[in-house]
């Protein structure tokens, strides 16, 4: 009955959101924006401005550190890429200098290496760091992704009317579609909506995006990560029955291997994320991150309950003595047709002792009726004791991450 049940809401996601047959699971990759913003000076930093350069490291990266194997496969090129003006025929056209091959090879390279290409525009008559916008070329500029190759467009919303934006993303949407190349379609209204206090309109949103960023951009600090979350779970039960096979609500980039977030909040931001059925797009230094903050991103258990097909959203269930306990439905069932857990406890603590808690199969919603075998997703351990309580011990701003079998 469950079992059922599940399925069908499944199948009904499928009709009425796009359906360009993309982003199934969670989108993974990497993207520019948070480690290297708009650094354009290439003379002074000639390995950290945004250019061809750039972008053809990470990718050579992400397959030979095993980023694409294990999941990631969209690099994605940010705001800063084109040239100040349009060509004559009013065509975006890359910064020469910077990116001197031009998109479509690097769409080419990328290619090469088994990766797909994503490429940001801004749906405005600027993007954010003011460059050209799409108002005004909106079939143009679908087209001329569509000819490098692009398989995944970020639609940014700087310098528009967020009033429009509804009906000129699905514009935008309808010329990506007529191009017949298929384009996961990142749209970012919501983000012009939401933080000012206005309810964005989600069931239009699932027709037009595959994922959609829901509210500020993540910095990089800890402090970021906590004012996201929290913007994310005072308004999880709106939000979460939105998210889905083919369209998914997303919190902005893992900023794992950056200069903010200790190695301990690091597991905890893959924890939340992994949980939320977010997006998974990197931004950091695959070449210089240290091998640590790599096997946190690349760890299988934690990957595969963020890309469980069942597509749900979890949520935070219960919060207390500063500990907050995330849960997220996943595969696989059992045979009465109960679900099995993603679990995760996030500290907000900084007395420094791994904290001891805690926490009852009831409390997390954990109904299976003959109970769960429970694996640690870091440690890989069994933890398991045959209880129907849960006791983790959480290191302050860090996490405990498990995943609870269904038996
Ligand atoms: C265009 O939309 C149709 C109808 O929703 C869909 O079947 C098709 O896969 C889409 N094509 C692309 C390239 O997105």
Redesign the pocket.
Known sequence: MFKLFVLAVVAFGGVTG????LARTPPMGWMNWQRYRCETDCDKYPDECVSEKLFKTMADKMVSDGYLKAGYEYIIVDDCWSAMERDEEDRLVADPIRFPSGMKALADYVHNLGLKFGLYGDFGTHTCAGYPGSINHLELDAQTYASWGVDYVKLDGCYADSDIMEEGYAEYGKY??A?????VFSCSWPAYQEPLGEESNYEALKKTCNLWRNYDDIMDSWQSVNSITSWFVDNQDRLAPHSGPGHWNDPDMLIIGDFGLSYEQSKAQMTIWCLMAAPLIMSNDLVNIQPEFRDILLNKKALKINQDELGIQGTMKVFKNNIAAWVKPILPLSSTGEYSYGVGFISYRDDGIKYPIDFTFEELGLDGKYGYDILDVFTGEWVDDGTDIISVRVPPSGAVFLKAIVI
Request: charged share 20%; proline share 9%; net charge neutral.
């Open positions: 796009l359906d360009n047959g990506l579609n191009t017949g190349r298929p384009m």
